[in-house]
């Protein structure tokens, strides 16, 4: 490859990124779409194995995940409505107990004054605010819409996404090959090696991570209902399935649930057996579910996890936290090449001139 083959390569993949970039905004349910493209291909490649045409098996994969999505939405929401009724019915009790006993103590233990705060106005708004779960999913959709995307194209962009699922798992071979024919030639065999290697690592942590999810939200959830907590399907759910991003799940599950621990119990010995669950939860996660489940083809190292995170979300927002660690590993594997090609290069072996 010359200098200017070297350098248009460069600006194309600079532009595309660039791109990409200003795009963001509408880029959503295509990269979803395609994500779950990306997943359900293997089961689709199966029945194809098994002698089944491909738009059948797309059409036996693409409703089967409809259908365990729709009996998923069909199973929690009423539990959830029903815990979030529970709060607001016991929050006057809990607001009551907080300005009874917990901002005393808290004034007498840490010398610092909390009088300023108004708890019957707290009260008055998470009132209204907590009438029913309508009025809590209608504040989600108007802070939507305060940034920047309306209710409307919200709705929009969530309807896409099963439409471009489906036609790019019916037309994804013939969109692989199309982009194996644009490759050069003599560059091709090399690519398509690295294509492997990060097909194997994207593969097995989405697969892999999806599994623990499921996994640490039925360990959470469990646990939690052994203690007594009344929130425990919410607080078990947002704390496995917000695993996908690393410690955040534990984070924000355990707060949660110690401070729902606190206002049903009022006492701390509930709130140590909360912990006593994360604590087992993350045990399982770290010795057994990411070893079994994702194993050690991602390879990252913790300060590279934490790093591409931030990245991630400081770049793209929510959906860049959620890509951070597979989009990480696959540069991770690009550089692994990139250092086999520098150790065996003149530039490394070549002795200096004395």
Same mark, same amino acid.
């Given at each position: 490859?010359?200098?200017?083959?070297?350098?248009?390569?460069?600006?194309?993949?600079?532009?595309?990124?660039?791109?990409?970039?200003?795009?963001?905004?509408?880029?959503?349910?295509?990269?979803?779409?395609?994500?779950?493209?990306?997943?359900?291909?293997?089961?689709?490649?199966?029945?194809?194995?098994?002698?089944?045409?491909?738009?059948?098996?797309?059409?036996?994969?693409?409703?089967?995940?409809?259908?365990?999505?729709?009996?998923?939405?069909?199973?929690?929401?009423?539990?959830?409505?029903?815990?979030?009724?529970?709060?607001?019915?016991?929050?006057?009790?809990?607001?009551?107990?907080?300005?009874?006993?917990?901002?005393?103590?808290?004034?007498?233990?840490?010398?610092?004054?909390?009088?300023?705060?108004?708890?019957?106005?707290?009260?008055?708004?998470?009132?209204?605010?907590?009438?029913?779960?309508?009025?809590?999913?209608?504040?989600?959709?108007?802070?939507?819409?305060?940034?920047?995307?309306?209710?409307?194209?919200?709705?929009?962009?969530?309807?896409?996404?099963?439409?471009?699922?489906?036609?790019?798992?019916?037309?994804?071979?013939?969109?692989?090959?199309?982009?194996?024919?644009?490759?050069?030639?003599?560059?091709?065999?090399?690519?398509?090696?690295?294509?492997?290697?990060?097909?194997?690592?994207?593969?097995?942590?989405?697969?892999?991570?999806?599994?623990?999810?499921?996994?640490?939200?039925?360990? =959470?959830? *469990? @646990?939690? &209902?052994?203690?007594?907590?009344? $929130?425990? +399907? %919410?607080?078990?759910?947002? !704390? #496995?399935?917000?695993?996908?991003?690393?410690?955040?799940?534990?984070?924000?599950?355990?707060?949660?649930?110690?401070?729902?621990?606190?206002?049903?119990?009022?006492?701390?010995?509930?709130?140590?057996?909360?912990?006593?669950?994360?604590?087992?939860?993350?045990?399982?996660?770290?010795?057994?579910?990411?070893? =079994?489940? *994702? @194993?050690? &083809?991602?390879?990252?190292?913790? $300060?590279? +996890? %934490?790093?591409?995170?931030? !990245? #991630?979300?400081?770049?793209?927002?929510?959906?860049?936290?959620?890509?951070?660690?597979?989009?990480?590993?696959?540069?991770?594997?690009?550089?692994?090449?990139?250092?086999?090609?520098?150790?065996?290069?003149?530039?490394?072996?070549?002795?200096?001139?004395?």
């Amino acid at each position: 490859m010359t200098d200017s083959q070297r350098w248009f390569t460069l600006v194309s993949v600079a532009a595309l990124g660039f791109l990409v970039y200003l795009l963001q905004p509408i880029l959503m349910p295509f990269l979803v779409g395609f994500l779950l493209a990306y997943l359900a291909t293997p089961l689709v490649e199966r029945l194809n194995r098994w002698k089944v045409p491909r738009i059948f098996s797309v059409c036996i994969v693409f409703f089967g995940i409809t259908l365990v999505f729709v009996l998923m939405i069909g199973g929690l929401v009423p539990g959830i409505k029903n815990q979030i009724v529970y709060l607001n019915t016991r929050m006057p009790e809990f607001i009551h107990w907080a300005n009874a006993q917990a901002l005393p103590w808290l004034e007498s233990t840490f010398q610092i004054n909390l009088r300023h705060l108004d708890m019957t106005m707290l009260t008055d708004t998470l009132g209204n605010s907590w009438q029913e779960a309508g009025t809590i999913a209608g504040t989600v959709l108007s802070h939507i819409a305060l940034s920047g995307m309306s209710i409307v194209g919200s709705l929009a962009s969530i309807a896409l996404i099963p439409v471009v699922t489906f036609y790019l798992m019916v037309d994804w071979p013939r969109l692989i090959g199309g982009m194996e024919d644009l490759l050069p030639r003599q560059i091709q065999p090399k690519v398509n090696v690295l294509m492997n290697e990060c097909n194997e690592v994207v593969g097995a942590f989405f697969r892999g991570q999806f599994l623990v999810m499921l996994s640490l939200s039925l360990v =959470y959830i *469990v @646990g939690l &209902k052994i203690v007594g907590l009344e $929130v425990a +399907v %919410i607080v078990g759910l947002i !704390a #496995g399935l917000g695993s996908i991003i690393p410690y955040f799940g534990f984070s924000i599950g355990i707060v949660i649930a110690s401070v729902a621990a606190i206002f049903q119990f009022q006492e701390f010995l509930p709130v140590v057996w909360v912990w006593t669950v994360f604590g087992i939860g993350q045990l399982l996660e770290s010795w057994v579910l990411i070893p =079994y489940l *994702v @194993g050690n &083809k991602v390879g990252l190292h913790p $300060v590279v +996890v %934490i790093f591409a995170i931030l !990245a #991630g979300g400081q770049l793209f927002g929510f959906f860049g936290m959620l890509l951070a660690i597979p989009v990480a590993a696959v540069i991770l594997v690009l550089l692994r090449h990139v250092r086999k090609r520098y150790i065996s290069s003149d530039l490394y072996t070549h002795e200096s001139i004395k």
